[in-house]
């Protein structure tokens, strides 16, 4: 399959269930509600070396958040056991500690909540209110006031969807991943957690040589090694791969980011080849096939 | 004493030692080096809940860096059992997985050093090599090489100096500790973990009601509370604080950041007053007094 | 009439006509497309000293360009007579020259056409050609082609749009306009097209003092001349006051921005008093009554 | 000449006398500053159509300021006898209006002035004071009262510095000149006045076909026309070709951005060959070396 002279690669990408929570994070102005929700979303662009995947899904503006303020929506994704502590400190040490915010629920429909009581930091002079229709917690603090609803709804969502960009060198590919990134960034109920939204170093479960470690290049996709393993999947004419990783809330948003990107990386002069990684089917129960979707 | 206006309490900030490490990432262009940067310095606001602080110290320009590219230094400051871990997982997770990064020692004269041993991640097919003078180690990635130091200096710095800046309302006393976070951006050796560089929420070590939890609102310093609390810290005509947090390779630089954050501050229309927060002298080694740095 | 405990003028905005043209700017990435526009929009204030009033208007997703590439949406609005020459000169400077952008008309149904012949750049080597179902010219370029509409869509919009965004000091009133400028982003249709879509010093016709000047301070509305000038406006307890402008295709959708402006700026702390200025109604057909709007 | 295996043109760049004045803008914040000067520079890419040539030169912190405040650099470039009313229009209409700004000259030490008299929007109620050791004005204003100095050094600086940027492909030439134009960001002394810092579009003077347009696409360095043109100066293997145009105070220093730049640019894959724009150095009195330089 071709699109605007770009091979698709019959393939697909395996995706896999994950536990995600919806903070929608308000404050006086949009700079500050996206202060504090990079802050809150860092160091967490891998669940297999961070505590956790998270990202900004996207801004809000203030008719559509709780309290009237500008916003911004972040995504927090966790294995069930772990998404609790996760909630917990990072509203607790990057938002309740970001100047003027607020928090509330994103998913009030989920079935499934998640207590993420904050309001202990309050020493006791914590009350309760309500906002914009939501029982919330008031804690007074240094700057005035922090306000917070402190039960999370969560659902099943997808993790791991994913396609690759291939460039004739690593600008066209990287600018190329730019542009998915992009396009992706406008598709409500998903993020990538990756710096910039791109991944530059996929990676294979475990390694060859070094057992002790959980994951290592995926050498059948680096360029430099093309000519020195056997069954490498860079082909011809390709000089670098790029990879975007997508969390969402269904498979259905997920394919439709992936759609979006890979429509996107396709305008850019200089790449040559979409793909996806997967792991034979045997791992995820999620097949997100690339010429299905386009 | 008076700055432009503005009270300066005669008290002091008291901080503490931590060992501190100095990465310097580099990439094609400055924003890919600064998205690393941002993902590896995030969730990192407060070592009571966070693996870590860490921050942007400064951008570098390529006559700054080692191969010559635009870069960033970061600063990552954890116990000294804690910061291997911390630099393996950081550089891991949100570095090399970013596009086009390259990463260096930032403290190469230190004495004592950490090994970060990344090169695992290449799985046999990676190999030494030199870049402007340092020893690296070149990963084959999909995205083409990742090239990286293994070897960090690290040095005992001082974490938790301090200021606050409280202002006859709450958006008066923002912007001025807005003003100090830009002037304290400008000082090398130092970094501001909080988001934005502003602490919304400064805390007191832990709870009078609830004994479960490490720290707790500090309800002196809560404005709201100024007529409920005994003691209140809170000068007549102030109606919110913000605190500044500084951590730096020493305390002279710390002290030097916290009299230029100061300055600024009280530039800003409708700033009062100016303190700056301590446990007593008992916990931490450091004294910075106001006067005595202005 | 109260909102969130802010007082809401009895009062309307007066506001004219204008000729306003819709440019979509695309380019490989958003960034790319956003640092064109910001060139195309600068030097553009105020049409009393600017050539033409112009603002980005909003982002837009790849799948909704003719390209399928990111953009941003412009306005630019003047007076019949001078936005030929505006087009010409702002889309020739700043986009042209800009990397790998594109250009095409935001107002394919205007009933109301101005040619915009770019192409005689191209010396001869242009040619026409059709992307995403427009006619466009390319044009080779030394980073490779530009590709751009000729032909630019204007209708009868409104300019001058306004309100007065009053706090009991200098930071609050700001907050508070920022908040409003946030709000007035999301709103499709409409600019506002001071530095941060805040005016600082908003101005009278004429002078008193000084007959060779045409706009001078608006020393009623002057909280430092408060106690020195007659009829001041500006309300006890009231210290400072920034202005919105808001240029839009219509009536009703300068109207929906003023609304939407307005809510967001009373939910800042410290914001006292909403006005919007005008001339006694003898000189814009438009008059936007808050009471009314919100 | 080789450097990091890219070729480097044996050929000068032609460069231009040009009058230059330095304005410093400060506001509450790093932030506010910048929005002032980004809307003062915009609409001024090329002294061929747009009013001036003007562009950020760097930013200043508190302690580099004469008012203790962040602070923003603009350079100014135009003829002699354009020179004054750009400053006032750009002053006047994009920096009195931003929120907080203050102005100063930023070359106190100039021997020829240039009277900026913005003063009169006061209509008599400003007034005269120092701040900094500098002799300003003080306007009341909606916001509280502007601050500026009304006298401006100018010099006799340097435009149209300038190097190509050529690349195997177009994303890896826009790649390598971003570097370019993120190594010059960090020269003082210089401005960069297009979009990002990079011209897409390089010109000639005039046209061959069309008689009264006064400059047209360089169809020697287009490379989609390298085989359509006698004497394409486009080298085997390039495809794709952006210019970095650099104004400045002085020779020396717009020599050292454009090595900076060159040495940047050539760090970035995908980038084969630096060339320079001159007029066969019958236009303009400096010439400056690509190969002395480095």
């Given at each position: 399959m071709q699109l605007n002279g770009v091979t698709i690669d019959n393939t697909y990408a395996e995706a896999f269930p994950t536990w995600i929570a919806r903070v929608i994070i308000t404050a006086v102005t949009l700079e500050w509600a996206k202060k504090a929700a990079t802050e809150a979303t860092g160091f967490a662009t891998s669940a297999i070396g961070c505590p956790c995947e998270a990202g900004i899904e996207c801004e809000l503006s203030p008719d559509e958040t709780p309290d009237g303020r500008p916003g911004v929506s972040i995504l927090i994704c966790a294995a069930k056991k772990k998404i609790k502590e996760q909630l917990i400190e990072r509203i607790g040490e990057c938002v309740i500690t970001s100047a003027t915010t607020a928090v509330f629920d994103g998913l009030p429909q989920a079935a499934e909540k998640v207590p993420v009581k904050l309001h202990f930091f309050g020493d006791g002079y914590e009350y309760k209110k309500e906002v914009g229709g939501r029982q919330v917690w008031a804690i007074p603090i240094m700057s005035g006031e922090y306000i917070g609803e402190e039960e999370f709804g969560i659902v099943k969502g997808v993790a791991g969807g994913n396609f690759f960009v291939m460039g004739e060198n690593q600008m066209a590919a990287l600018m190329g991943a730019q542009a998915a990134s992009d396009a992706i960034a406008g598709v409500?109920?998903?993020?990538?957690?990756?710096?910039?939204?791109?991944?530059?170093?996929?990676?294979?479960?475990?390694?060859?040589?070094?057992?002790?470690?959980?994951?290592?290049?995926?050498?059948?996709?680096?360029?430099?090694?093309?000519?020195?393993?056997?069954?490498?999947?860079?082909?011809?004419?390709?000089?670098?791969?790029?990879?975007?990783?997508?969390?969402?809330?269904?498979?259905?948003?997920?394919?439709?980011?992936?759609?979006?990107?890979?429509?996107?990386?396709?305008?850019?002069?200089?790449?040559?080849?979409?793909?996806?990684?997967?792991?034979?089917?045997?791992?995820?129960?999620?097949?997100?096939?690339?010429?299905?979707?386009?």
């Open positions: 409500k109920g998903v993020i990538t957690s990756f710096p910039g939204g791109i991944v530059a170093s996929g990676s294979k479960v475990g390694s060859n040589k070094y057992k002790f470690i959980p994951a290592s290049t995926n050498e059948k996709y680096c360029p430099t090694l093309k000519d020195k393993v056997p069954d490498s999947k860079i082909p011809p004419g390709v000089n670098a791969a790029f990879e975007i990783v997508i969390d969402g809330l269904d498979e259905k948003v997920v394919a439709e980011a992936m759609a979006k990107g890979i429509r996107a990386a396709v305008t850019v002069p200089g790449v040559k080849f979409i793909s996806a990684g997967n792991f034979g089917g045997n791992l995820g129960p999620y097949k997100i096939e690339l010429h299905k979707i386009l």
